[in-house]
């Protein structure tokens, strides 16, 4: 059974600095990808940042650019967010997803197979 598991989300101020991980198990493919992607109530879901397990190759979205920085560690099958600069607009759900079989890491959320439960991210002004 494919696994997710968010941690690392709290409330921090303007300017801080939080980093999430995602722990992945339950799959053996070799390629895949996997987003983060944020929830704010009264918003829409939207993606922030990607990471192909094949070459690495990274995406972000350009309110987060320059701010945020996704990481993998592999032997840890551990996805990390790094998220510095915090804005209170940053204020949301933040979940993890898995798009498992595939070289391309994209931030449309349609193509993730499985989610996490997300954690909640507060960013104080």
């Known amino acids: 059974e494919v696994q997710l598991v968010e941690s690392g989300g709290g409330l921090v101020q303007a300017g801080g600095s939080l980093r999430l991980s995602c722990a992945a198990s339950?799959?053996?493919?070799?390629?895949?990808?996997i987003g983060w992607f944020r929830q704010a109530p009264g918003k829409e879901r939207e993606g922030v940042s990607c990471?192909?397990?094949?070459?690495?190759?990274?995406y972000y979205a350009d309110s987060v650019k320059g701010r945020f920085t996704i990481s993998s560690d592999n032997a840890k099958n551990t996805v990390y967010l790094q998220m510095n600069s915090l804005k209170p607009e940053d204020t949301a759900v933040y979940y993890c997803?898995?798009?498992?079989?595939?070289?391309?890491?994209?931030?449309?959320?349609?193509?993730?197979?499985?989610w996490g439960q997300g954690t909640q991210v507060t960013v104080s002004s």
């Open positions: 990471i192909s397990s094949s070459d690495g190759s990274t």
């Open positions: 339950g799959f053996t493919f070799d390629d895949y990808a």
């Open positions: 997803a898995a798009d498992l079989g595939t070289t391309i890491a994209t931030m449309r959320g349609i193509e993730y197979d499985y």
